[in-house]
């Protein structure tokens, strides 16, 4: 069993206690959980950022070293994840979140790095030295990340937990922390094409609609071109070939605005666009109206046109 343990690298982190900031809480924290890594997990390079202020070579490379950065108004600077940023403490880049402190001076936390889907969604970070300046109540660390060889996982798992059990050590993996970050975005993403799902429906049904009117309008003159030798064929290949004209460029150009609207998400996400969704989506409007068109034609056409014309 130690022997397991001994393989593991270990990054120790402090913590001050505070609220969640992930997508896992429903409200605004007041005042945030703060960790603080050791100083050789900053020289690691590890997780991806998304956005950082880095201003030359060094930075880039290492955009955990923002942490160490001084800042002529005294403010402190941290790193969180690119959702938690976004969605719940409404913060970006260069942007300053004001911690409020029982019995002492507020500070002045400013977010200079924003990590892409990483496990520190719940929490900001800060260098371990502004958090022992700041927070010198909180002791030792009390968070930890254990980098385990493969299939090690259970193992380890279950010695921490035996060996620790009177200090309350909990582990869980990182696959189930972010899995449970994933299942609030998937839950939204789920509801959303719900939604687009009964718009689309409904839209469908609208240019059905839209479609039978506008052909009903234009009895007569089906009705004469009928009369002066135009078969029901014809004219459905007429009307069919008109709406499939409208229905391609009505596709067309709302497919181009919305690839220029998510643009901008596009080139920060590193242009991963899910193209076998989009093509399946697309194919369905298309066969929606499709569908619609041949619906309108038929019902159209099938009225007395003959009739419409003596009225003339």
């Known amino acids: 069993e130690i022997e397991s343990l001994g393989k593991a690298t270990v990054a120790r982190f402090?913590?001050?206690?505070?609220?969640?900031?992930?997508?896992?809480?429903?409200?605004?924290?007041?005042?945030?959980?703060?960790?603080?890594?050791?100083?050789?997990?900053?020289?690691?390079?590890r997780f991806a950022f998304q956005q950082s202020l880095a201003s030359d070579d060094t930075e880039r490379r290492n955009p955990w070293l923002l942490l160490n950065k001084g800042f002529p108004d005294g403010a402190i600077p941290v790193i969180g994840g690119a959702n938690s940023l976004a969605y719940v403490l409404h913060l970006k880049l260069g942007e300053?979140?004001?911690?409020q402190r029982e019995g002492l001076s507020p500070v002045r936390l400013r977010v200079v790095g924003a990590l892409a889907d990483s496990l520190f969604q719940r929490e900001l970070l800060m260098s371990e030295e502004n958090f022992?300046?700041?927070?010198?109540?909180?002791?030792?660390y009390r968070f930890f990340l254990f980098d385990l060889p493969p299939g090690q996982g259970a193992?380890?798992?279950?010695?921490?937990?035996?060996?620790?059990?009177?200090?309350?050590?909990?582990v869980f993996s990182t696959a189930d922390r972010l899995a449970s970050f994933h299942r609030v975005e998937n839950t939204y993403l789920s509801t959303f094409q719900a939604l687009g799902g009964f718009g689309l429906l409904l839209g469908t049904l609208g240019l059905a609609v839209v479609l039978v009117r506008n052909l009903l309008e234009r009895r007569r003159e089906l009705a004469l071109l009928r009369a002066v030798g135009y078969t029901q064929r014809h004219l459905a290949a007429m009307v069919?070939?008109?709406?499939?004209f409208l229905l391609f460029w009505g596709i067309a150009t709302g497919a181009s605005c919305a690839f220029l609207a998510i643009l901008p998400a596009l080139s920060a996400r590193g242009?991963?666009?899910?193209v076998f969704s989009l093509g399946?989506?697309?194919l369905f409007v298309w066969l929606g109206g499709l569908s619609a068109s041949l619906l309108a034609t038929r019902a159209?056409?099938?009225?007395p046109l003959l009739e419409s014309l003596r009225t003339e």
Request: contains cysteine.
């Open 240 to 244: 069919l070939a008109e709406n499939v």
């Open 132 to 140: 022992k300046r700041l927070f010198p109540d909180q002791q030792g």
């Open 271 to 274: 242009w991963a666009l899910p």
């Open 280 to 282: 399946w989506l697309l």
């Open 300 to 303: 159209a056409l099938r009225s």
């Open 96 to 99: 300053d979140w004001v911690l």
């Open 14 to 45: 402090r913590v001050r206690p505070g609220e969640d900031s992930s997508c896992l809480n429903l409200f605004q924290p007041r005042n945030p959980r703060i960790v603080a890594p050791a100083p050789e997990f900053l020289a690691e390079q």
């Open 155 to 170: 193992e380890v798992t279950e010695l921490l937990e035996t060996r620790l059990a009177d200090y309350g050590l909990d």
